[in-house]
């Protein structure tokens, strides 16, 4: 079905349209010219006439001049030539209303009659000689010459509607198609696709390109999916705990003392239940993209040792050590606070998780890496460990929110960067060595 | 001291309001941006605590407007836990200090002291003194009673903040924030053992302690009792 409310129809008449126009202004223009072209030329044939008459006159006189004159008007040809004695008086050729003495060109207007083209002169002894040609053909021509581009145009114009509609048809059937799988979309069908032909053409690209956009949404909301489940099924427990302490304390006498051990725990639990919270959201924004408008140039050395410097006592207070290696003035293009938050994640997981000395390096890449001396991660774990509440099943008496690598993730790929794990070294105890590569600086 | 505070959440605006005038404080509240506004244009105020999202003009555009109109009282602006990465936007606003909610009462009450209490030029200064302790910011030096202490930058740092905030709670978030630019709270007890590093060597003469510690609040910096 086609609606003129659809592009190409409305394009081909747009075209016919201007063709017309154009072609209508363009006859008019043409036919001008030609008559102004066709009436010069006339104006040439007049003169050679009228000097061919002239040398008649000379060779043979008066009479074989109205003798030749006399053959023009019996030819009724296209050609009149009338002689008029010094006095006005008619001596060969008939032409109504001819003018007395005519002196050069002019256009000529008898009555009821076309009009005509004359060229007058008087000859040597006063007989006046005039050379007339009917101008109707001239302007037939014109006109004849001047109908063929509206004609050529209306065909044009023709064609242009026929194969806009056709175009048009062929236009709404495939954007029918995408219109509906986006439709299909739109009403949940989120594994529905726009159609692709072969074509390869702009509405292939397109397609191609919203078909991209299409699995990268499907993709967001099945990891929203997870993300709520994970919520639910990780804060069900802290949360259950909770409510079984206070409905617990609820039920007991009231005793000061009791009630405010049981009041504190309580709040502790609540900030521990909060702390997810935040991590939760903070993975989102870092995954959603969003914080990358806070980008800044940073200086990578100084932030590196500085969250080094605040960890070495705590690593020394637990019995532990840090050890830098850090290659000075790296830069990096960055968000400050959420660098500072994955690198001090790493060294929180190293304290808690691992044994040993803590190494920290930084090495121009930029690549950031801590390795420390535990038991590490098993290779078939590696991958599970950086989701969101994954803990190790040795790691689930350690606090913790189980959030600390996937937050690490998010925060690299945000950075347009990768998080590799692997063992440190080989042996019973390979040790975690997690490393952090962010994007050379785009001038470095 | 008089304290203004902006918040539309009516139940969380009693809570803070009782709290702070328990303390001692005057306390105005408006529930929505409007007469958040004309209060803070039109009245004084020691420090003016704002919820970021408001009926009426937000937070920020208040922060903009008071700072437009050259009034430069201490802003604390609340936020919601998911804006917690935002707050670089508003401390450009002109925010002095910045509080995710949910919050513990205790760290809203050290940071509006710790708003209040700040000194209008630091620039000018170039020693700190608390009770014995000296600073010297210039030559970066530190004497107890007299007696050299030596400190780690870090710990410098976390000595200067303490010093400008003498008598004061300071929780380990706002330590965090301030001393280490941290704007989360990590796992591990940082601020824990570097305060307690920095205690030790304060008191490594035998001087008394003058770092107090504040149950489930924070910290405090102060001229020791006696006894």
Redesign the interface.
């Known amino acids: 079905m086609i609606r003129l409310r659809s592009f190409a129809p409305r394009m081909a008449l747009a075209v016919a349209v201007v063709v017309l126009v154009a072609c209508f202004l363009g006859a008019g223009w043409g036919w001008l010219r030609a008559q102004e072209a066709l009436r010069r030329q006339l104006d040439l044939v007049l003169a050679a006439e009228a000097e061919g008459l002239l040398r008649d006159y000379e060779t043979y006189g008066l009479r074989g001049l109205s003798e030749a004159a006399e053959v023009y008007t019996r030819r009724r040809g296209p050609l009149l030539v009338l002689l008029q004695g010094p006095d006005g008086r008619l001596i060969s050729g008939a032409l109504p209303g001819a003018p007395q003495a005519l002196r050069g060109f002019a256009t000529l207007r008898p009555p009821g009659g076309a009009p005509l083209r004359a060229l007058g002169a008087v000859l040597p002894g006063g007989v006046n000689l005039l050379v007339a040609t009917d101008l109707s053909s001239v302007d037939r021509a014109a006109l004849a010459l001047a109908w063929t581009p509206p004609v050529a145009g209306g065909l044009a114009a023709l064609v242009a509607l026929g194969l806009g509609f056709l175009l048009a048809n062929r236009l709404e059937r495939r954007l029918a198609a995408m219109n509906g799988a986006a439709r299909a979309v739109m009403a949940g069908d989120l594994a529905r696709r726009l159609p692709e032909s072969s074509a390869g053409d702009e509405f292939d690209r397109l397609a191609e390109t919203i078909n991209e956009m299409l699995a990268r949404i499907e993709a967001l909301v099945a990891e929203v999916r997870q993300v709520t489940d994970d919520v639910a099924h990780d804060l069900r427990s802290p949360l259950s705990h909770l409510r079984q302490r206070l409905e617990a304390a609820l039920a007991r006498a009231r005793d000061p003392a009791a009630d405010e051990a049981v009041l504190?725990s309580s709040?502790a639990e609540l900030?521990g239940i909060?702390?997810t919270?935040?991590a939760l959201?903070?993975i989102a924004?870092a995954e959603a993209g969003t914080?990358r408008e806070?980008f800044t140039r940073l200086d990578l050395s100084a932030l590196v040792a500085?969250?080094a410097?605040?960890?070495a006592?705590?690593a020394e207070?637990a019995g532990r050590s840090l050890d830098t290696v850090l290659a000075p003035g790296i830069a990096a293009t960055g968000?400050?606070?959420?660098l500072?938050?994955a690198l001090?994640?790493l060294?929180?997981n190293a304290?808690?998780h691992g044994a040993g000395t803590i190494h920290v390096a930084l090495r121009p890449g930029p690549e950031i890496e801590v390795s420390d001396e535990g038991p590490g991660i098993p290779a078939e774990e590696r991958e599970m460990a950086v989701r969101r509440f994954y803990r190790l099943d040795r790691s689930r008496t350690t606090?913790?929110?189980g959030l600390?690598l996937s937050l690490i993730a998010a925060v690299v790929r945000l950075h347009g960067g990768a998080l590799i794990l692997r063992d440190a070294r080989q042996g019973p105890m390979p040790g975690l060595s997690a490393t952090l590569t962010l994007p050379p600086l785009p001038d470095a | 001291m008089r304290i203004l505070l902006i918040e539309d959440d009516v139940a969380a605006a009693d809570y803070v309001a009782k709290g702070l005038t328990e303390d001692g404080q005057v306390v105005d509240v408006a529930h929505n941006g409007k007469d958040g506004l004309f209060l803070a244009l039109n009245e004084r105020y020691d420090v003016i605590v704002t919820d970021r999202m408001l009926p009426g003009p937000d937070g920020l555009s208040i922060l903009r407007a008071l700072r437009a109109s050259a009034i430069n009282t201490p802003v604390l602006v609340l936020t919601a836990l998911a804006e917690v990465d935002r707050r670089v936007e508003g401390l450009e606003a002109g925010a002095d200090d910045y509080l995710a909610k949910p919050f513990a009462f205790s760290e809203l009450r050290a940071r509006i002291r710790a708003l209040a209490r700040r000194p209008a030029a630091q620039a000018e200064e170039h020693e700190l003194s608390v009770a014995d302790l000296r600073m010297d910011l210039l030559r970066r030096r530190v004497t107890r009673a007299g007696r050299p202490v030596e400190l780690l930058p870090t710990e410098f740092r976390l000595l200067e903040y303490m010093m400008r905030h003498p008598g004061e709670v300071l929780t380990r978030t706002m330590l965090l924030e301030k001393v280490w630019d941290f704007a989360f709270d990590p796992t591990t007890n940082v601020v824990d053992v570097h305060v307690s590093r920095l205690r030790r060597k304060l008191e490594a003469g035998g001087e008394a302690p003058m770092i107090r510690t504040v149950r489930g609040a924070g910290y405090v910096l102060a001229e020791p009792h006696p006894g």
């Open positions: 504190e709040v900030d909060l702390a919270f935040a959201l903070r924004r914080g806070g500085g969250v410097e605040a960890y006592p705590v207070e968000s400050a606070p959420l500072r938050q001090a994640n060294l929180d304290l808690a606090p913790g929110t600390g």
